[in-house]
C-alpha cells in the first residue's frame, strides 16, 4: 500500500511539474500554494523563494525598470556573499561542553565573522548606491531585517539543554 501511494504521489507530483511551472499564485487559494510548494524539488522551492523575495524587494523599494536587472544581480551578488562568509562560522555547537580556551576562540571568531559581515554589507550599500539613491538602501536592509524577523518567528526552536533556554539552528 505504502509503495502504491508513493508511486501515486510521484506521478502525481511530475504532472504538476510537467503541466505548468509559471503558477498565478495570486488566485491560488493557500491551501493549493501550499500543495504546489510541497510538490517541488529543492531546487525548485529555493528558486521560487529567490523569485518571490527578489519581486518583493523591488516592489518595495519600487525599482526603477530600466535598473531593476542590475540591481537583481548585485542584491543577489550580495546574498550569495554574506551566506558564504556566515558559512565560515559553525553554529552547531553546545557552549555549556566548551573549554573556557575553546570558548573564548568561538567567540572571537564570531565577533571575526559578525566584522566580516558587517564590512561586506558596507561594500555592497556603496554599490548599490551606484543604481539606487541611499534611502532604498536603507530601507532595503530594513525590510532585510524584517523579514529575518519574520522568519525567526516561524522557525521552530531547538531545546539543547536542560534549563529550557530556546536556541535558534
Not at 502504491?4 to 493549493?32: E, V
Not at 556573499?81 to 565560515?88: A, D, H, L, N, T
Request: aromatic share 10%; proline share 5%.
Amino acid at each position: 500500500m505504502k509503495k502504491i501511494l508513493f508511486t501515486f504521489f510521484i506521478i502525481y507530483g511530475f504532472g504538476l511539474n510537467a503541466q505548468r511551472t509559471d503558477y498565478d499564485w495570486k488566485k491560488m487559494d493557500p491551501k493549493q500554494r501550499k500543495e504546489v510548494i510541497n510538490n517541488l524539488s529543492p531546487e525548485e522551492r529555493k528558486e521560487l523563494l529567490k523569485k518571490f523575495r527578489n519581486n518583493m524587494i523591488m516592489d518595495n523599494l519600487n525599482i526603477d525598470p530600466g535598473d531593476k536587472a542590475e540591481f537583481t544581480q548585485l542584491y543577489n551578488e550580495y546574498l550569495e556573499s554574506q551566506k558564504q562568509i556566515k558559512s565560515q562560522f559553525d553554529p552547531g555547537f553546545n557552549p555549556e561542553t566548551l573549554s573556557d580556551d575553546e570558548a573564548k576562540a568561538k567567540l572571537q571568531q564570531s565577533f571575526e565573522i559578525g566584522q566580516k559581515l558587517l564590512d561586506n554589507r558596507k561594500k555592497y550599500a556603496d554599490k548599490m548606491q551606484q543604481i539606487i539613491p541611499c534611502q532604498k538602501v536603507l530601507k532595503l536592509f530594513q525590510s532585510e531585517g524584517m523579514m529575518r524577523d519574520k522568519m525567526n518567528e516561524r522557525k521552530p526552536h531547538i531545546h539543547n539543554n536542560t534549563s529550557g533556554t530556546k536556541q535558534n539552528p
